[in-house]
Each structure stands twice: as C-alpha cells, then as structure tokens.
C-alpha cells in the first residue's frame, strides 16, 4: 500500500472522502498521527494542480492471465526482466511492540481511512518463515520497516507475496515505500477487484501531487503468488516497477513534473476503505463488512533490497 502525516482530519473537512492512508508513527516514538493521510488522493495532478482525492485512472494496461504468460507492460514502456534471486524471510526476531529500533514494527493504532484499526498482533511469524497478516472484523495488519531496515534513495526493494481474496473496498498493499518526514511515497495497491495501481506521491510546499497508472483491470489475482519490485533511480529521474520480474511500468520524473528525493523504507499493508467516502467507494468500490467468523489472510514469503 498500500501510501501521510497529519492532514486526515482536514481531508475530512474538505472533502469528506480520503483514499489510501493509514497513520504512522514516527521513528524512534509512537507516531501514531504522523501517517493520517498518505493516499488521500490518487488523481493524476499535471499543471496547476489541485489537491484533490483519489479516482479510477483513466488508462489501463490490457489485462492478461496470470501467472502465466508473464504480464503485458504499459504502453511505451520496455518489457526488462530483472534477476529474480532468492528473497530471504521477513526478519521480526527483535519486532516487541514500541520497539522502533528494530527491523521492523506492526501498527498498533487507528486509521483514518478506515473504520478498521491497525492491530499489532494481526502480523504473526508462521514456523516456515513466512509472515501471516490477518484482516478481520476487529483489525487490519501493517508491517513498518523501522531503523534496523536501511532506508534508501535508491535501489531495488521486492517482496514476495501470496494475494488474499480481492473484494471490494478492500485496499491491499503488498510493497510500498514511504518517508515519514517528507510524504514521499511510491506504492503498489491493489483497489478492490478494479485492478493493481502502481503511484507515485509527492509534496511540494504542502501541496500533494500524485501519478497513478491502473495495471491489469478487471484481472483477479486473489490467492496468486507475486513478486513485486520497485526499483528507484533519483539520480536519473526513474521508477520502475516490477512484478513476477517483468518491468510493467515507468514512471518518468521529465513526464510527471516531480519525483521523490528523499530515502524511503518499506511497508506491507492491507485494509478496507471507509464505506461513507464517496471517492474511496469510486476508487476500489464499497466494503461489505467481514463477518465474526470471516477473514483474510494475506503471505508474506520474503523481502529483499539491491543496492544500486
């Protein structure tokens, strides 16, 4: 995701809808209210833009099965195969709740874009390694890389991940890239059943740009095994993002206007969007509460970075 600091409750001032966000806390303290707002709004921003929160892209890729053959690319870009090595397991030996000096922490506050709060024990270490997040009636689950995770510029961040059940108004975020300090942020999202957006966030003097490009609509991935990629190169003005190694999308900092500049770490999350938020409900469709005995289960099986 997922995609965020204090503007959650003047986004619901303003515009009574929101788009993908879930509040943080800050490195090294509870920064419970410093990621509030990170997706508010997914509308492509060009000249004189206007902040405005998320709508379906106009464009999208042409949907092709999966896992096989591999997925079609965006037009204009480069079908490059990346080296698709070994990723080890998440590493949450030192995670203890309020412990940000370790490599990595589950929430364990409230999410503005949600009526679903982020629960620390959501996120469990399963005896093979892998890492379970759990989504139920009560709770929502989100991995934050802390300070035993380097934070980068640059580089290749992957995950690999089994998909849960896509359904509407379901956001799931199965590797993004996010800075507390400055908002910068780079995610891959699924939303709802409606398909894979890959976005790019940015503020500029306080006011949040965003590119979004729909991947693969109408194609349902639920329960597939993926490995996502998203490779940053500031110094050349690049994005590129990766999925099963095949590049699917571009992101140009010449063709948007603006681009990250700051270093980033990694999160894994997966929440429903609120269901009164009109633009959320156009953005991945309306949520249809989970019952008592009901859940979603998302997989981590490994994360890896490539210094560039």
């Given at each position: 995701?997922k995609?965020?600091?204090?503007?959650?409750?003047?986004?619901?001032?303003?515009?009574?809808?929101?788009?993908f966000?879930a509040t943080?806390p800050?490195t090294?303290?509870?920064?419970a209210?410093?990621k509030?707002?990170?997706?508010?709004?997914?509308k492509?921003?060009k000249a004189?833009?206007?902040v405005?929160?998320?709508?379906?892209?106009?464009?999208?890729?042409?949907?092709v099965?999966q896992?096989?053959?591999?997925?079609?690319a965006?037009s204009g870009?480069?079908?490059?195969?990346?080296?698709?090595a070994?990723?080890?397991?998440?590493?949450l030996?030192?995670m203890r709740?309020?412990?940000?000096?370790?490599?990595?922490?589950?929430s364990?506050?409230a999410?503005a874009?949600s009526?679903?709060p982020w629960r620390y024990?959501?996120?469990?270490?399963?005896t093979?390694?892998d890492?379970?997040f759990?989504?139920?009636?009560a709770a929502a689950?989100e991995?934050?890389?802390?300070?035993?995770?380097?934070?980068?510029?640059?580089g290749?961040w992957?995950?690999?991940v089994?998909?849960?059940?896509?359904?509407?108004g379901?956001?799931?975020?199965p590797?993004?890239?996010?800075?507390?300090s400055?908002?910068?942020?780079?995610d891959?999202?699924y939303a709802?059943?409606k398909?894979l957006?890959?976005?790019v966030?940015?503020?500029v003097n306080g006011?949040?740009?965003?590119?979004?490009?729909?991947?693969?609509?109408g194609?349902?991935m639920s329960?597939q095994?993926k490995?996502?990629?998203?490779q940053?190169?500031q110094?050349s003005?690049t994005?590129?993002m990766?999925?099963?190694g095949?590049?699917?999308?571009?992101?140009?900092?010449n063709?948007?206007g603006f681009?990250?500049?700051s270093?980033m770490r990694p999160?894994?999350?997966?929440?429903?969007?609120?269901?009164?938020w009109?633009?959320f409900?156009d953005?991945?469709g309306?949520w249809?509460?989970?019952?008592s005995?009901?859940k979603?289960?998302?997989?981590?099986?490994?994360y890896g970075?490539t210094?560039?």
């Open positions: 995701m995609t965020r600091a204090l503007i959650a409750a003047s986004t619901l001032c303003v515009f009574a809808v929101g788009a966000a943080l800050t090294g303290s509870t920064k209210s410093a509030s707002v990170t997706k508010v709004e997914k492509v921003v004189a833009p206007v405005t929160l998320p709508k379906p892209p106009a464009t999208a890729v042409t949907p099965a896992p096989t053959p591999a997925p079609s965006t870009a480069t079908v490059t195969a990346v080296r698709l070994t990723l080890p397991p998440l590493d030996s030192n709740l309020w412990n940000y000096a370790g490599n990595w922490h589950a364990e506050w999410n874009m009526f679903t024990n959501r996120v469990t270490k399963a093979n390694g890492v379970n759990t989504l139920d009636a689950p991995l934050k890389a802390e300070a035993g995770i380097r934070a980068a510029k640059d290749l992957e995950a690999i089994t998909l849960p059940k896509l359904r509407d379901l956001v799931v975020a590797l993004w890239l996010y800075n507390n400055t908002r910068d942020e780079i891959f999202e709802g059943r398909g957006d890959v976005t966030h940015k503020y006011l949040h740009l965003s590119k979004t490009q729909r991947l693969f609509a194609v349902d329960g095994r490995r996502f990629g998203i940053v190169s110094s003005g994005i590129k990766y999925l099963d095949v590049l699917v999308h571009t992101f140009d900092k063709t948007m681009f990250p500049t270093d999160i894994i999350s997966m929440w429903p969007a609120r269901s009164d009109g633009n409900v953005w991945v309306k249809t509460p989970l019952k005995n009901e979603l289960v998302m997989v981590a099986h490994g970075y210094a560039p």
